[in-house]
């Protein structure tokens, strides 16, 4: 019986990142690695400080590491030039953050057809693939509001239309319940689990909302830079020959 291993869809080997506060240097991540799988909703974890946001940041091709290496889709963002990088998110990622980042002036439906304008997407096809996203996250009916017209959780349900127009192959998220209240925090939550599962989309979530844990495929608890627990949930199964560390990534 043959089997077949799935290839990772982003790969980071000894990644360490610092900062200088002043004449003090702050090390943020410490010759960090994982292996993160398509069709994942990861999980990352851990207290305030200890390194998420940036590493979430440094994987998505937002920020350079000081040593190490990152491969994403197969091509290693760590060289890359900052256009290369710029091409590589428009292209293959989507972003949803805290504070939605939405434009005031625009209504829902355009906030979504905006990206698509950078791919190169005639204005039709734009429009079509954007009610698509906004109908996908139960938006569609809202499409011709504005934000100041939009609820917290709308919003944030724009905003991952926004990212889904573009079809990624990853999808970061930053945090995208924690402004939320219970239901929509819930409802958002929902819709990121249904990305991984019927799109076979990578979703990683940089959270402190304990309700995604049990949604998650994986969760990686930080502490002070670096990943001390890595947790499979029983959804792992799906993936049962799927690579867990960057060694068994390359062999």
């Keep these: 019986m043959t089997t077949t291993t799935l290839q990772p869809t982003l790969v980071a080997e000894s990644i360490s990142k610092s900062f200088m506060s002043g004449l003090v240097r702050i090390q943020i991540l410490s010759r960090l690695s994982l292996v993160v799988m398509p069709g994942e909703l990861t999980l990352i974890s851990g207290p305030s400080g200890c390194g998420k946001s940036t590493l979430l940041s440094i994987l998505s091709g937002l920020q350079p590491t000081d040593e ?7 091509s290693e963002l760590s060289n890359a030039s900052p256009r290369d990088l710029e091409n590589f998110r428009l292209q293959h990622t989507g972003f949803v953050f805290q504070g939605f980042n939405l434009f005031p002036a625009l209504t829902a439906l355009e906030q979504v057809e905006l990206p698509l304008g950078y791919l190169g997407i005639s204005a039709r096809d734009a429009r079509e693939r954007a009610m698509e996203a906004l109908h996908e996250v139960g938006m569609s009916h809202r499409a011709d509001l504005r934000p100041t017209a939009l609820s917290g ?9 926004r990212a889904l127009a573009k079809r990624p192959q990853l999808l970061f998220a930053d945090e995208p319940t924690s402004s939320l209240d ?34 998650a495929d ?15 949930t029983h959804e792992r199964s799906q993936h049962p ?11």
């Design 68 to 74: 190490g290496r990152v491969m994403a889709l197969g």
């Design 153 to 161: 959780g709308e919003k944030q349900r724009v905003a991952i239309a």
């Design 182 to 215: 219970a239901l929509s925090g819930q409802t958002v939550i929902d819709i990121l689990h249904r990305i991984a599962r019927e799109r076979g989309t990578t979703v990683l979530c940089v959270s402190h909302d304990p309700r995604l844990i049990r949604y």
């Design 218 to 232: 994986r969760v990686l608890e930080m502490e002070d830079g670096v990943i001390h627990r890595d947790r499979l």
């Design 241 to 251: 020959n799927a690579p867990t560390s960057f060694q068994e990534s390359r062999s």
